[in-house]
């Protein structure tokens, strides 16, 4: 497999120090790992320079090969549950997810194949934006929200084998102690800093436990099952396939009361097609979303439940955020910010 760019290269995107990556010998043993399960398992042949995109929680590359691109991830140690989660979604409903060509669970390395166009370039693939699209492009979120929620509802039996793989656990019951765990992290919240929590926001957030406890009880009592919970569900991680829609980039997952998904993918919706909050457009995806749930519940009951679980998963964004940024690599300084910004984000209003 032809070299990735030097580390040394003044313009190589690789940490110098750091994440697993920086080092050129990692590179070499992960393209190694990579022609080989190609050559063994899909009979295929790397044809040229991979290219690589460097976050400082992930790598990922595209891979050319004589049978068109595959895509090589992999993850710091905090988020390498990725891997095993994606293998295991992907045998509960491979029609939501790609099936991996390999995967090295201890390393957190996965190969998957190509998975087409996401749901923004489909969007963008006419030259109008999201919002003159309207309602076409809304109407592909709708299909694409009960695919998803086809998906968690799938996967809600097999909650205790996903957390035995590593998934963390952010269900309500779990959620008060581990925003106390943040709130006793003051390094993470950046408490005092310019870019950090100030110390009259800190004691609001210490002050707000108790209506924290109030919510996640309420969801805990809901009845719905805890499962996978994407966590950031927005058009830039959906392939539009002739044959449907596939979910992907789960790093920041967890199991989770399920309907914390619709915080991101709601404000993600309401940016791209320029809709204010209690649009009518985001209470018919918020629908859409829970129509496969009204089999088993009552739609008046998991309406009631959107806005705490939307709540409470502000949290859980803040929670991957410091699992993402674990890691040595410098560039994580321009993201640190993300974890007591989303605490922050706990007083202010949702989409729905």
Avoid at 217 to 232: F, I, K, Y
Wanted: proline letters at 9%; a negative charge; glycine letters at 8%.
């Amino acid at each position: 497999m032809t070299a990735s760019p030097s580390a040394a290269a003044t313009d190589s995107p690789y940490p110098a120090v750091g994440a697993p990556w920086s080092a050129t010998s990692w590179r070499r043993q992960a393209q190694e790992w990579i022609a080989d399960r190609l050559a063994t398992g899909a009979g295929r042949r790397v044809t040229g320079p991979v290219e690589p995109r460097v976050r400082p929680w992930s790598v990922v590359w595209r891979v050319p090969t004589d049978a068109g691109p595959v895509w090589f991830k992999a993850n710091n140690p905090a988020t390498r549950y990725e891997v095993p989660l994606v293998a295991t979604l992907a045998r509960i409903a491979p029609e939501a997810l790609l099936t991996p060509l390999a995967v090295d669970v201890e390393r957190g390395w996965a190969l998957l194949p190509d998975g087409g166009p996401t749901l923004r370039a489909v969007l963008g693939s006419d030259g109008r934006t999201a919002a003159e699209q309207g309602r076409p492009g809304l109407a592909r979120w709708e299909h694409a929200l009960a695919g998803y929620a086809a998906l968690q509802l799938a996967s809600a039996p097999h909650v205790g084998e996903l957390l035995a793989a590593g998934v963390p656990d952010h269900r309500p019951t779990a959620l008060p102690d581990l925003l106390d765990d943040l709130l006793d992290d003051a390094t993470a919240l950046l408490v005092g800093e310019a870019d950090g929590l100030t110390e009259s926001a800190y004691e609001r957030l210490r002050a707000y436990r108790p209506s924290f406890v109030e919510l996640c009880v309420r969801l805990a009592e809901s009845g719905l099952p805890a499962t996978v919970q994407h966590d950031d569900l927005h058009d830039g991680n959906v392939f539009a396939t002739a044959t449907g829609y596939r979910f992907f980039d789960w790093g920041d997952a967890s199991v989770a009361h399920p309907f914390g998904t619709l915080l991101v993918t709601l404000r993600s919706v309401a940016y791209a097609f320029d809709l204010p909050p209690g649009d009518p457009a985001l209470l018919r995806l918020r629908d859409a979303y829970l129509e496969p749930w009204t089999v088993r519940h009552d739609r008046r009951d998991l309406r009631a439940a959107v806005a705490p679980a939307m709540t409470v998963t502000k949290v859980s964004r803040a929670l991957s955020w410091r699992r993402a940024v674990d890691t040595g690599d410098p560039a994580r300084d321009g993201y640190v910010a993300a974890v007591p910004g989303w605490l922050t984000e706990l007083f202010e209003p949702d989409p729905v």
